[in-house]
């Protein structure tokens, strides 16, 4: 070809046809050719022509390299010229140097200025939409990179700008697709049309292909008992799924940790590869559960022997409740500290006012159930109980002194000591005075003096008495007082059984209804009244129980008796039968009576 086109160099023509026929000189001999032989040269010049057609890919070979382009041979007539950036790489370095050879497109034969126009771009692009539909056809995986996020999907580079829609990224539904910006991915062509200059790529045919093929291997070799490693593929607060190679298994929160975790996250993370033991495999459904701290020692095989009972020990508190604090001892092994064992002598009423959540604490051992895996811890014992040397401090009979805390309907609670109450019973408050409600006598915040009637350390009781700092009037009345005693009363209560009496302030009797009239008396209230005063008789002493039983009736016996003695001395026994005394003498009552 270049031979041909020196044989036709004359200056300033574009085409050997248009110099004249008596210039048409050979180069060599610089003689004239004659008519025959330039035609036949035509001839050749043409034919090395007829295969270059627009829009097809040619081969060339690079001539010159300059700062704005590249001029290519491609065996035409004349060069063509390519822009610099269609060679350069992603970095902006030029790829390319005098005499590499290259594929081009043949855009046109000829511009204005008599080059021909190609394109190495365009080049590559036809060849990778040939590419593209062979993988089509043949269903052949291809490659691509993330471009950007594009509506309803992906943009992917394989070459060309090719679509990759949102349900086909991955086998389950991807939340965040902007993550895979500039990943290599492999694809399926699931679509193509060149003339619309439309591809659609599936990643998800692939995975699932692929994920097929190691779920059959999986499943051939899947056994309970078997250990393999797994990738964490998934985690929710129930637990975490692991890929085991096609196929999930599902493990536990409970079976991931010995220990106490609130999240699976707290231990494992999306993409782990972690060691898994099968515990439980179903062959026909495919499910698999899996275990995570099967594969490390039961901490509560050995417990006993590290937690006798007695012993202290130190743990970090990690939950807290209404009735206690949970303190771990190591992973997997908990012991609880209940709120009763939390303090010899403040009523804590959440733990939260002792204990706060990581805080490390020395406690006791206070008792172990290997089976339902509990331990019994106590705070309080790693410090001296108070109540115990409470005997010491306050023998019983001796006086003390505190504040009024608390008032309730039974009594009053005073603080004898930082954390130690003591009860005054509503019983012990008064020996005179029936007290309805300690407020009657006492009010809170009061400071008072009490006697220390029994301490019960055990129990962390301490009796106290209000009353028993005065003398009992009780056993003053009981000291000169005994049965047969004629005493003066005033009546305070009437019952259906009787009246109550008062003797002296403070001291009550009762007079039953059938001690209160020689006749039957069904309704006191009728025959007596509150305030009334009479004289009786104590007929019965309870010292113990503080109470006394008395008799008006028997006061008027033995009037009876004394007026019919007198009856006899004055009459004499000759003169009078024994009816005529005994008639004069209830003569003489019946007259008593009516004078009351």
């Given at each position: 070809m270049p031979e041909i086109e020196k044989t036709i160099a004359p200056i300033g023509a574009k085409n050997p046809s248009e110099a004249p026929a008596a210039e048409r000189v050979s180069p060599q001999t610089e003689a004239p050719v004659d008519a025959e032989e330039y035609e036949r040269l035509l001839d050749m010049y043409d034919v090395s022509f007829k295969n270059f057609a627009e829009g097809e890919v040619v081969k060339g070979v690079v001539l010159q390299v300059s700062e704005s382009e590249v001029i290519v041979d491609v065996g035409y007539k004349s060069e063509g010229i390519i822009p610099i950036e269609e060679f350069k790489d992603e970095t902006g370095v030029i790829a390319v140097k005098a005499g590499d050879s290259v594929d081009v497109l043949l855009e046109k034969t000829e511009d204005k200025e008599g080059y021909v126009v190609l394109s190495k771009e365009k080049a590559e692009k036809m060849k990778v939409w040939?590419?593209?539909?062979?993988?089509?056809?043949?269903?052949?995986?291809?490659?691509?990179?993330?471009?950007?996020?594009?509506k309803g999907g992906l943009a992917v580079?394989?070459?060309?700008?090719?679509?990759?829609?949102?349900?086909?990224?991955?086998?389950?539904?991807?939340?965040?697709l902007d993550a895979l910006r500039g990943q290599e991915l492999r694809m399926r062509v699931i679509k193509v049309n060149k003339k619309r200059g439309n591809i659609v790529l599936s990643r998800k045919a692939v995975l699932e292909e692929e994920n097929a093929e190691r779920k059959r291997e999986t499943l051939e070799t899947l056994e309970e008992g078997k250990i393999l490693m797994g990738v964490v593929k998934n985690i929710t607060e129930y637990g975490a799924f692991v890929d085991l190679g096609g196929l999930d298994g599902l493990l536990h929160i409970t079976d991931i940790s010995w220990g106490r975790i609130n999240h699976p996250s707290e231990v494992l993370n999306v993409g782990d590869e972690v060691k898994v033991i099968v515990l439980k495999f179903d062959r026909e459904t495919e499910r698999v559960s899996l275990g995570y701290k099967q594969l490390k020692a039961d901490p509560w095989t050995t417990a006993t022997i590290k937690y006798p009972v007695t012993a202290r020990i130190k743990g970090k508190v990690v939950s807290l409740t209404d009735y206690g604090a949970f303190v771990e001892l190591e992973e997997g092994v908990e012991g609880l500290i209940h709120v009763s064992e939390m303090s010899w002598s403040k009523k804590v009423k959440h733990p939260s006012k002792i204990l706060t959540v990581g805080q490390e604490v020395e406690c006791q051992v206070l008792g172990l159930d290997q089976e339902a895996h509990?331990?019994?811890?106590?705070?309080?014992?790693?410090?001296?109980?108070?109540?115990?040397?409470?005997?010491?401090?306050?023998?019983?009979?001796?006086?003390?002194?505190?504040?009024?805390?608390?008032?309730?309907?039974?009594?009053?609670?005073?603080?004898?000591?930082?954390?130690?109450?003591?009860?005054?019973?509503?019983?012990?408050?008064?020996?005179?005075?029936?007290?309805?409600?300690?407020?009657?006598?006492?009010?809170?915040?009061?400071?008072?003096?009490?006697?220390?009637?029994?301490?019960?350390?055990?129990?962390?009781r301490l009796s106290l008495g209000l009353k028993q700092l005065a003398t009992d009037i009780w056993d003053e009345f009981f000291a000169h007082h005994k049965v047969g005693d004629l005493v003066e009363g005033k009546i305070v209560r009437l019952t259906n059984f009787g009246a109550f009496v008062e003797l002296a302030e403070g001291i009550e009797g009762l007079v039953h209804v059938s001690e209160l009239d020689e006749k039957r008396i069904e309704k006191p209230e009728e025959h007596f009244h509150v305030g009334d005063t009479f004289a009786m008789k104590v007929i019965k002493i309870q010292e113990i129980e503080k109470k006394i039983g008395l008799s008006i009736k028997a006061v008027k016996q033995d009037e009876y008796q004394r007026d019919l003695q007198t009856y006899r001395e004055k009459a004499g026994d000759d003169r009078h039968t024994l009816g005529d005394a005994i008639r004069a003498a209830q003569e003489a009552v019946a007259k008593g009576t009516s004078e009351e």
């Open positions: 040939d590419d593209v539909e062979r993988a089509y056809q043949e269903r052949r995986v291809v490659t691509g990179r993330v471009i950007e996020r594009v580079d394989i070459g060309v700008r090719a679509f990759l829609p949102g349900s086909q990224v991955d086998i389950r539904p991807v939340r965040n509990r331990i019994s811890l106590g705070l309080k014992q790693t410090e001296a109980n108070p109540w115990e040397q409470l005997t010491d401090r306050y023998p019983i009979g001796s006086r003390i002194k505190g504040k009024v805390r608390n008032l309730t309907e039974f009594g009053a609670f005073v603080e004898v000591e930082e954390g130690i109450d003591g009860l005054i019973h509503i019983s012990d408050l008064s020996w005179t005075k029936r007290v309805k409600h300690p407020s009657e006598v006492l009010k809170k915040g009061d400071v008072v003096e009490a006697v220390v009637l029994n301490i019960d350390a055990d129990n962390q």
